[in-house]
């Protein structure tokens, strides 16, 4: 199936026309698009939560032009794969502001997400690209059919808190986790352990942003937070296949009530 996946990406044109590629390679798992429709009629007010979503050829979860948009609770592995248009496992693109109402309007929690990978490159840039396990992509009011209110030209006030990464970023080999291109983003209380030779962040074009109460194995100088933690979290038990693994960690983790209550969750997983 791969190397039909790659031979259907090198075709541009079929008839006289443009090919957007086999939808045998492309289809998204749970796809929520308001490209199509106009500023008045943008998707809002979604649930997405306890699904199981594989073995997509695209992406699993995906959100364009949408807002209040809710992904909890899920498991999403091994998908994307296959597909020509560079997709991750659980995605949000081009954020759609319904209305200026404050609080969290996009919010993605409690889900397991592993295995998402892309080995088919992207049409567009002719490389590979993405594979990410959770993305939030940019909000370009340029390149979206939406033209945000707000006019954000990138992502904007996220909270990225409470989460273990581990041994993401292959293929394309980026860094474990990270914010690009992004304005008010905090990352806080995460647990991030690069694949090997794999970099724990990076910092391209952020304003604004708080990185603190991380724990990583090596010592990095990308962003260092003052109460950051290096060292072994000490996970009960590792393995590539999610549904083996045990990612809590033992009693004596360096990263046991080493984070910050600043933006307390109602969840806390040991």
Known sequence: MFAQALADEAIKEKNGKKYSGDPHFNTNGIFINGRPNGPENKPHHFVVRHCVV????????????????????NLVFENAWFMRYGGSGITTLNNWAFDDAPGYHVIIQCNQVWANRTNVPWSSIHRLSDGNGILLDVSDAEASSAQNPNGDTAQNHADIIDNTTYWNGGNVGYPELFANRSDDVVILNNIIVPRPRGAVTSNNKNVHNRWDYNLYLDKQDVLVGEHDVVGDPMFIKVARELRDADFRLRPGSPALDSGTDDLAQPKDVL
């Open 54 to 73: 594989s073995k997509c050829p695209g992406g699993g979860i995906v959100g364009i032009e949408a807002d209040y948009l809710t992904v909890e609770d």
